[in-house]
């Protein structure tokens, strides 16, 4: 499809135009929400062309769902991107794409609950083989990856929960020695503030519900494959693509829109999540109940250097610990405009405890998380409120 858009543009360029030229039908300036499954054909295997090639049957396209698809690849500089109905979805269509019975996979050790439970509980039956490693060191990492079998490492950073953050290049790096492919969620930064695949990745993960679509009103998920000219990126776009139609976990025309329509103001969006991120950083560094502060924009985090090198900023995440799991409780059940909820990444703030609620699945196991841990997704809110939201929350 053709766009207006180009690579050289601005992120904000790019979200609002890459895909988005109004529609050759009506001249609607919006992508319509084409709720169809199906196309007329010009006769037998005449496809119609127009927005793109053309279309059959709507788990194999939909103009709703390329639309979106053109927009993230944009925006994360990728060669291609493919839309899930969900971001373990898009995992699932890596690991079984990618994967076959016998091949082995390193994970983050503080991976996002459902991530480990995809590979552990569902991969692993089927002859996928794991190892936990801390992605923050390169050692470690290396001492996890088995020569001849590894054929993914899978990154995220920062992490959930624990905001740790792993060197992007220099884990591509390593991967790459061994033959092995770097896929990276990028769920928690965002194209906004790092684009992994610049960095090395072969591809990047979402869970577009969160940040990408930006409002808690989604479920998504996506896949964005390398760029370059060395055939790669298309191997890799080939492989993905046909397990999305082949397997068909695909998003809904509307779904897709709303994606679509956050990933708008993303940019917007980002900034002010970043800017609140800040202020209630240093608020809480200054209160005594407050054990220690996990945000990667801290100069003290252990990986700092390595986030200010391939991120813009740090992000609305932030987990702090208490001093003691009563303490922990007793904030997530008292703030008044941070929601005690899952998931994250919406224009409204939440707050919960990760050892009881989003990594509950994990607990006994070697990611268990601290349990006087509670973690915020830092909204746009006036700041100022929300900060005394947590004050009184404390106190
Ligand atoms: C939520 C999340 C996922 C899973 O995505 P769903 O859309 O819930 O399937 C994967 N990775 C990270 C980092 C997440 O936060």
Known sequence: MSTPATPQHGFSTRALHAGQEPDPATGA??????????????????????LGTGYEYSRSGNPTRTAL??????????????????????????????????????????????????VKRVAEPWGVEHTPADLTSLDAVRAAIRSGTTRLVWVETPTNPLLSIGDIAALAELAHEVGALLVVDNTF????????????????????TKYCGGHSDVVGGAVVVRAGDDGRGEDLAERIGFHQNAMGAVPGAFDSWL????????????????????????????????????????????NHAVAARQMSRFGGMISFRTRGVE?????????????????LGGVESLIEHPGRMTHASVAGSLLEVPDDLVRLSVGI???ADLIADLDSALA
């Open 29 to 50: 300036v919006v992508t319509p929400i084409y709720q169809t499954s199906t196309y007329k054909q010009d006769g037998v295997g005449g496809l119609r062309t127009g």
């Open 69 to 118: 698809e053109i927009q993230l690849a944009s925006l994360e500089q990728g060669h291609q991107a493919f839309a899930f109905a969900s971001g373990l979805a898009a995992e699932d269509a890596i690991l079984r794409a990618l994967l076959k019975p016998g091949d082995h996979v390193v994970v983050p050790n503080d991976a996002y609950g459902g991530t480990y439970r995809l």
């Open 189 to 208: 930064a965002t194209p906004y503030l790092q684009t992994p695949l610049t960095l090395g990745a072969d591809l990047v993960v979402h869970s577009t």
């Open 259 to 302: 994606v679509q329509r956050g990933l708008k103001t993303l940019g917007v969006r980002m900034d002010r999540h970043c800017e609140n991120a800040e202020r209630i950083v240093e608020f809480l560094l200054g209160h005594p109940r407050v054990a220690s502060v996990l945000y990667p924009g801290l100069p003290e985090h252990t």
């Open 327 to 343: 303490d922990a409780l007793q904030v997530c059940k008292s703030t008044e405009l941070f929601t005690l909820a899952e998931s």
């Open 381 to 383: 809110e006036d700041v």
